[in-house]
């Protein structure tokens, strides 16, 4: 990298940062000083090792002729070319920016978490590319290089064709053949068509609509279609991809030229054919098309506001909760053991001998054995942490048993409710006469944690342990105790950051899941999902958006299946999209980081890893539904509305066979229900779920939120007395001094009239 960020170029680009480098040129952004704006300059120095005299001069004519086309073309998914210039023997192209980064970047993001773009998405790309194939197609231009890496997206997440490097311009020879003379085409294997492979004969258009069909291929399978058997169908490998779309991909991969449309044109008219066709196949809300942002006048003045309860709560989940007063009425025990009374209890329960030969006493030593490392381990940490606890171990609380996962989480849930414990830790033992193997896990009860869902219900706790040997005395064994230890020593530090989380101490919170990561016998990734996801909650909550998605794969690599890390990462987008700080326009809200959190909400609901306590249906529904209500506010399609209001009252359902779990997202859904009656010009209907809201919510951000919107409705309304009450409301409940402020204003505002 020859230049540093603070540099300038040619006295009017000032470098931000390195993007990438190609062969012998780097990519920077820079910032255009007497515009202000932000650029892509392409960067070839004469001197770059390597690069010959012959070279130096193909690149300084591909340079000029990709800047003397680009200038021509001016279309939303093209890369704009602005200028070539040259700073002695330097070669620079600049060229518009693409903060979103490329469609490569993406696919790599998506192979490293085992995931595929929702089929949507992907039509709706595919729909882009060919919108910018069509404006090069429209003059002769055929770009002869269409890959994943040279798809670039804007702040917006649309698509934008880059890279002219390798055209054939109009009405003769391709721009490298001009210069260099080479006979055959030039071209990324396993992207180009079969003619631009195998002859050196002048490009129909047709050709960039196979590259198109190949990068499609890809969105949908995460594999290159050429290194798949001959009609290989995308179905075939992903369920969820419905007919149209195969035939679609057959049109676009037809090897015969002549047998594929003629051009981008006519390819975007199929693939726009293909989303109109199953829309109510390929998603539940219908949403998901990227279409330039718009700023919406709604009638009443209510869409910001609305906006701004949307990020108050933004993210039933890390954002909108944890700012509670914990009651102290605690649930009637039954009295099979005496109510623990501290202000953090843990339990550890009597392991079950799940398989082999091994007796009772075998599941209690080894249950004993963590417990001991747990008291230790907390006793120690309560010299730096202000923090009373009660543990007690198996002899006190006997067995967990279940034959399977969710029938021991169904018995560690009653255990908790019981004696009031927060956690409570149990597991299985095995022997298969060869080895035995233990396997620990978590139940995070509601006592503390009613307002944080993402921590309920049964966890892992690590990948098994497995100690080689016969069916003797298992815990005599060093490696067994050293495992074991570690173990107990991880879950001590796992509770005090959840104790911590609990009390909105989020940074020594991250702290001590962060320090259970180096627990002694617990190596490697696998197992360790739940604790990846209490550190993306945690990065959430301190609004360290970046360490949040980082977590949250890391949660997605060790356990592709784990439907609570996509909705994880589906908040951490939503909340990126509405800004930290939040947007003042909706122009400003990023419709990428949409597009990505509706892809992990439909990741989550086809996601095998769904705990029963997990509630994810209820979280999808949550999360969709808030998709819905902002893409209304920036697009104004009505079925967004209607979609935006189904799954909202698809939560409130839920609450109906009294899953108390949820009762968060029900209060917030029923504000949600009076947003979209607002915007429907409904003011009874948003009255009335407004009340309720605000009654039943328990999150005094979300609370005060909706009794400000109450007093705005009562102020439309014409009734000051009541809008006074709400906003007084609103002002006695938040701990947010920022919105205390806002709602102090509001109310000024009326008692002065």
């Given at each position: ?304 506001a609305i906006v701004g309860v949307l990020v108050l709560i933004a993210g039933g989940l890390w954002f909108a909760f944890g700012d509670f007063s914990r009651s102290e009425e605690y649930p009637t025990p039954e009295l099979y053991t005496s109510v623990m009374l501290g202000e953090f209890n843990l339990a550890v329960a009597e392991f079950m001998i799940d ?399």
């Amino acid at each position: 990298m020859r230049y540093q960020p603070g540099q300038t170029l040619l006295d009017k680009y000032r470098i931000e940062a390195h993007i990438g480098r190609g062969a012998f040129a780097e990519v920077y952004h820079v910032t255009h000083l007497e515009l202000n704006a932000p650029r892509a300059i392409k960067v070839l120095h004469r001197d770059e090792p390597g690069l010959g005299s012959t070279q130096y001069q193909d690149y300084q004519q591909r340079f000029r002729l990709e800047a003397q086309l680009g200038a021509k073309i001016n279309h939303p998914n093209v890369v704009r070319i602005y200028d070539f210039e040259k700073d002695g023997d330097t070669l620079l192209l600049v060229m518009e920016y693409a903060a979103g980064g490329s469609l490569s970047k993406r696919l790599k993001t998506m192979e490293a978490t085992k995931q595929h773009m929702s089929v949507l998405s992907a039509l709706r790309v595919s729909e882009e590319i060919a919108a910018g194939l069509s404006a090069l197609h429209k003059k002769d231009i055929v770009h002869r290089d269409i890959k994943p890496s040279n798809i670039l997206f804007d702040t917006d997440g649309v698509a934008k064709v880059a890279d002219l490097g390798l055209v054939q311009i109009p009405g003769g020879p391709s721009m490298r053949s001009q210069i260099s003379e080479t006979a055959s085409h030039p071209g990324t294997p396993g992207y180009m068509s079969p003619e631009q492979e195998t002859t050196s004969a002048y490009l129909k258009p047709s050709s960039d609509v196979y590259a198109l069909g190949a990068t499609l291929f890809q969105l949908l399978t995460g594999r290159l279609y050429a290194s798949q058997k001959t009609g290989q169908t995308a179905s075939v490998l992903r369920e969820d991809v419905p007919t149209q779309v195969d035939e679609l991909l057959a049109k676009l991969l037809a090897k015969d030229a002549d047998m594929r449309p003629w051009g981008g044109a006519e390819a975007l008219t199929l693939i726009q054919a293909a989303q109109n066709s199953k829309k109510e196949i390929l998603t539940k809300s219908g949403v998901g098309v990227s279409m330039p942002v718009k700023e919406k006048n709604i009638p009443g003045g209510y869409a910001l506001a609305i906006v701004g309860v949307l990020v108050l709560i933004a993210g039933g989940l890390w954002f909108a909760f944890g700012d509670f007063s914990r009651s102290e009425e605690y649930p009637t025990p039954e009295l099979y053991t005496s109510v623990m009374l501290g202000e953090f209890n843990l339990a550890v329960a009597e392991f079950m001998i799940d398989q082999g030969n091994l007796d009772a006493e075998t599941g209690l030593a080894v249950s004993q054995q963590i417990y001991q490392r747990i008291d230790k381990s907390l006793q120690e940490i309560t010299q730096a942490v202000d923090m009373l606890y009660e543990v007690r171990g198996p002899d006190q609380i006997g067995p967990i048993a279940g034959a399977t996962a969710e029938k021991r989480a169904d018995s560690a849930a009653k255990l908790a409710q019981q004696i009031n414990a927060d956690l409570v830790i149990y597991g299985t033992i095995s022997d298969d006469g060869t080895s035995q193997t233990i396997t620990p896990e978590l139940y995070i009860s509601e006592r503390l944690f009613s307002l944080i869902p993402e921590f309920l219900g049964r966890h892992p706790l690590g990948e098994a342990i497995r100690i080689p040997g016969g069916a003797g005395s298992l815990v005599s064994r060093v490696e067994a105790n050293r495992d074991i230890a570690g173990r107990g020593q991880a879950i001590a530090y796992i509770a005090t950051g959840a104790s911590l989380f609990s009390l909105m101490e989020y940074e020594d919170a991250f702290s001590f899941f962060a320090i259970a990561l180096q627990a002694d016998g617990w190596e490697g990734d696998m197992g360790k999902e739940s604790l990846y996801l209490m550190l993306g909650n945690a990065a959430g909550k301190l609004e360290r958006v970046d360490d949040a998605e980082f977590y949250f794969n890391l949660a997605l690599v060790a356990n592709p299946q784990y439907a609570r890390a996509n909705i994880g990462l589906g908040e951490t987008y939503f909340v990126r999209a509405l800004g930290i700080p939040p947007v003042n326009t909706f122009a400003e809200i990023s419709q990428s980081d949409l597009n990505l959190a509706e892809e992990q909400y439909l990741a989550a609901q086809s996601a095998i890893d769904q705990p029963l306590t997990a509630d994810i249906p209820v979280k999808v529904d949550f999360g969709l539904g808030r998709l819905s209500l902002v893409r209304y506010q920036i697009l104004g399609t009505q079925s967004l509305l209607t979609d935006a209001s189904t799954h909202f009252q698809a939560v409130v359902d839920a609450a109906e066979i009294g899953n108390t779990r949820i009762a968060e997202f029900v209060a917030q859904s029923h504000g949600h229900l009076g947003s979209v009656a607002v915007l429907s010009a409904d003011l009874d209907t948003a009255q009335h779920e407004y009340q309720i809201a605000a009654e039943i919510s328990q999150s005094p951000r979300a609370k005060a939120a909706f009794w400000a919107q109450l007093g705005s409705i009562y102020q439309q309304l014409g009734d000051t007395n009541l809008a006074i009450d709400a906003y007084q409301q609103a002002v006695a409940i938040t701990l947010d001094e920022d919105a205390r402020q806002k709602y102090q204003q509001a109310l000024a505002e009326i008692e002065n009239r």
